[in-house]
């Protein structure tokens, strides 16, 4: 074998690239840390008079809304690691499955240390013209034990941003489903900094955060536009720019462990009543109703899925069933704190047909979409977002809005609106922050390290010896 000094050299300075922006992206975040690690010190010297003077309106934290509130935020954790990172590990090949955990593992540690620094403060800071927050919270400053009259009035504000923290991680570690067993890692952490404080903090700010679609109307009690339709979207864009896996179409690409992918199915669907009813923000009635909703929804999509793919393919599979759960908790979770348990059915048994063949039709589409994020996440997002419009009712959750079945057509257009908007701005900032990346590090492996696998020319690691 003869090995050509240019190739290693070219290789070795696209090394040293990606160590000098990990690098740079790690002293970055030092910096930031080091810089604002006063502002919360005094924030907790000064919290005693800031606590007297804020206590004139009346707002009691509630124990129990609090615990539900907090045990939310671990369920919501539990989705991104194990589950998600099991559920996408067993789809790959036995060759990346360490890479692929990993990924989930590190954009949920990388984001909640860029949330608490900055990330809080631009979602659900002080609304700057309807836009993205401001720095007011940043470091955390301000953001103590005292509840917030909008943002959770009834728990402590650290028990929101805690809760809100696991969503804004889980979000990005979806998208890596599209680009599974092709991306280098150096690419994937900033590529994952990037998109979660420039697509994810504006989008969350636009709808939860005092923004401008928010002050329209637009409803989305769980994240169907804020997590799904902008991962789903940027997933698209990933796919595209990245190209498709080698060998993709010719060689076998089978799930390697399906007990792996079932296993993290349980997780998801276990985690996700912490990720809607949670979104309740107390032990109440409507976390009830939404736990409620959010169940039967999978349940329908679950056997939906399978009972399509049965009459396409001549087989039920495990696959399948578990692929047709995520869709229907993915579909309805925008709608879930505003719908009862017939019309989840009814959401859940159209995810269960339009993401089967959003999947199926990703071949003629000519993308490779490893792990069916598009079809999964973008569709159920998207058809999730205008079934809000159609069957949410104010009889389930008075502080939303009625939908075209009961008489307001005109919620249908601004849930339409919503998914427009967060769409093109997703699609338009992920090609910029693909473009980025590639310039700084190169998005792709090597061909050779891409045939060898994600595992041992990333990682230096074997899952299986």
């Known amino acids: ?45 000064a919290a005693a008079p800031a606590q007297a003077v804020a206590a004139t309106p009346v707002l009691k934290i509630d124990t129990g809304d609090t ?24 789809l790959v090949r036995g060759k ?14 990388l984001v909640s240390l860029l949330w608490i620094l900055v990330g809080y403060s631009l979602a659900f800071g002080p609304d700057k013209g309807g836009l993205i927050g401001g720095l007011e919270w940043i470091g955390l400053s301000g953001v103590g034990s005292e509840p917030h009259p909008v943002y959770g009035p009834t728990i402590p504000h650290q028990v929101f941003m805690l809760f809100q923290l696991m969503f804004a991680a889980i979000t990005p570690a979806l998208i890596t489903g599209a680009v599974a067993e092709r991306m280098k890692f150096s690419a994937l952490l900033l590529f994952a900094a990037l998109w979660s404080l420039v697509i ?10 005092g923004g401008w679609l ?10 169907g536009a804020v997590v799904h339709i902008s991962s789903g979207v940027s997933a698209l864009v990933c796919a595209i720019v990245l190209g498709k896996r080698k060998g993709h179409g010719a060689d076998y690409m089978a799930p390697h462990n399906l007990p792996f992918t ?31 909703a959010t169940h039967a929804a999978a349940a329908a999509a679950a056997l939906v899925w399978m009972g399509v793919e049965w009459a396409h393919r001549g087989k039920p599979t495990v696959l399948g069933l578990a692929s047709g759960a995520v869709a229907g908790l993915a579909t309805v979770t925008p709608a879930s704190g505003y719908i009862g348990p017939f019309s989840a059915i009814i959401i859940g048994v159209f995810a ?84 980025v990346v590639d310039a700084a590090v190169g998005l792709r492996v090597a061909p050779e390290d891409e045939s060898t696998g994600l595992d041992l020319s990333q990682h230096n690691e074997r899952a299986y010896s």
């Open 1 to 45: 074998m003869v090995i050509d000094p240019a190739r290693i050299d070219s290789r070795t300075r696209r090394r040293q690239g990606a160590f000098s922006v990990i690098g740079l992206t790690i002293a970055v975040m030092l910096g930031t840390l080091a810089v604002f690690t006063g502002s919360v010190a005094a924030q907790e010297t």
């Open 67 to 90: 615990a539900w509130v907090l045990t939310s935020t671990a369920l919501v954790l539990a989705m991104t690691m194990p589950g998600l990172a099991l559920f996408y590990g067993g």
């Open 96 to 109: 990346n499955v360490l890479g692929t955990i990993m990924q989930s593992i590190v954009i949920l540690c």
């Open 200 to 209: 994810y903090t504006p989008v969350a700010h636009w709808i939860w955060g």
């Open 214 to 223: 928010g002050k329209m109307g637009a409803l989305d009690f769980a994240g």
């Open 262 to 292: 079932l296993l993290g199915t349980g997780l998801l669907w276990f985690g996700w009543f912490g990720f809607n009813a949670g979104s309740a923000l107390g032990a109440n009635g409507l976390a009830a109703s939404t736990f409620l």
């Open 352 to 435: 269960g047909i339009l993401c089967y063949f959003a999947v199926v039709w990703k071949g003629r589409m000519g993308y490779d979409d490893s792990l069916d994020v598009v079809g999964i996440h973008g569709v159920g997002g998207v058809f999730g977002i205008l079934a809000t419009g159609v069957f949410a009712s104010k009889a389930i959750n008075a502080a939303g809005a009625d939908g075209l079945l009961f008489g307001n057509a005109a919620q249908l257009g601004i849930q339409a609106i919503m998914v427009a908007a967060v769409a093109l701005f997703s699609v338009i900032g992920t090609w910029v922050i693909l473009k």
